[in-house]
């Protein structure tokens, strides 16, 4: 049984299977074809694959071109490539007149690890929430992105899909269903709600187990969906625990804490501790990086305490 998988390996297997059942598909890489996951749809439909080598601008200003004739576009590269470089071309080409472009990125955040700071995107998020026609995903694992990517290939419009380079944990089953827009209740707690999203979410599943040994529930909720997002489960878990942890491997503005943060502001303010990236990291060993800026189960588990401690004092 597998435990764990690559997300970008997933990617490209779905892909390949999109590939056979819509020949309107088309996929655009940018010289990262192994690396991203999409070389399988290469190697079987050379006739629908391009490749435009470091040239992100001109990626995104084809793939608008192509989504304009009627093609239902896949465009893949790093996270950072796929963003901070070509956003004038996303935004005025893309989102704008709300193309069906679908931006597909892997090597996100710092699970990006030697590549070094320059390609660590921890951005991303916030840049692409930014552009209103977007559709903005995380998936927590394998089985996750299988379903993001097949429902972004079957809904019009530009979405944005945030993977990782490593292989993480699987923690959903053969009978799970990706609803859009919707967080996930992945276990419950009267204490404190820890809301989490990408590879994060594993973390905060051991740092709930670990709290529930020490007689602390903590709710875990995964956030797949980023942009839309229905904010009711948010709201009733704000308001039967009174407190909240966001965990991400984002910067912390911008991403994952500043939406829960808007969301709870306007309907239900509570106290709220943030596990998230903080600064630019160095390259190195993707478990190292995690540990030196935080991105673990104690952290989580730290984090949980302290906005517990925040509810009781504010009574």
Do not use: W
């Not at 690396?35 to 629908?48: H, L």
């Not at 304009?68 to 996303?90: E, H, L, N, W, Y």
């Not at 590549?115 to 930014?130: F, K, N, R, Y």
């Amino acid at each position: 049984m597998v435990t764990s998988i690559a997300t970008r390996q997933v990617y490209g297997e779905t892909l390949v299977q999109l590939g056979k059942e819509n020949d309107r598909i088309v996929v655009l890489g940018g010289d990262l074809n192994q690396s991203t996951g999409i070389a399988g749809f290469a190697k079987e439909f050379p006739e629908r694959f391009y490749d435009f080598g470091a040239a992100e601008q001109n990626m995104m200003s084809v793939a608008a071109g192509l989504a304009s004739s009627g093609k239902t576009v896949f465009a893949s590269t790093f996270a950072v490539f796929g963003t901070s470089r070509p956003f004038d071309q996303i935004r005025v080409g893309i989102a704008q007149p709300k193309l069906n472009v679908k931006i597909v990125v892997t090597h996100s955040g710092l699970l990006t690890a030697e590549d070094g700071a320059s390609a660590q995107s921890i951005e991303d998020l916030s840049l692409m929430c930014a552009l209103p026609t977007f559709t903005v995903i995380v998936p927590a694992d394998g089985p996750e992105t299988a379903q993001a990517v097949r429902l972004a290939a079957q809904t019009p419009g530009p979405f944005y899909i945030r993977l990782c380079r490593p292989a993480t944990p699987i923690i959903h089953d053969d009978a799970y269903s990706f609803a859009l827009g919707q967080p996930e209740q992945l276990r419950g707690g009267a204490d404190v709600t820890i809301i989490a999203s990408g590879p994060m979410v594993h973390y905060a599943l051991v740092a709930a187990e670990t709290l529930s040994s020490e007689g602390i529930e903590a709710g875990v909720i995964n956030v797949a969906t980023f942009k839309p997002i229905e904010p009711s489960l948010i709201t009733s878990a704000a308001k039967s625990t009174n407190a909240l942890v966001t965990v991400e491997e984002h910067y912390i503005h911008g991403g994952l804490n500043s939406i829960i943060s808007q969301i709870t502001g306007e309907h239900c303010p509570v106290p709220i501790e943030a596990v998230a990236v903080r600064k630019y990291a160095e390259s190195g060993k993707a478990d190292a990086l995690f540990e030196k800026y935080g991105l673990n189960s104690p952290k989580i588990i730290a984090a949980a305490k302290k906005a517990i401690q925040r509810k009781a004092e504010a009574k």
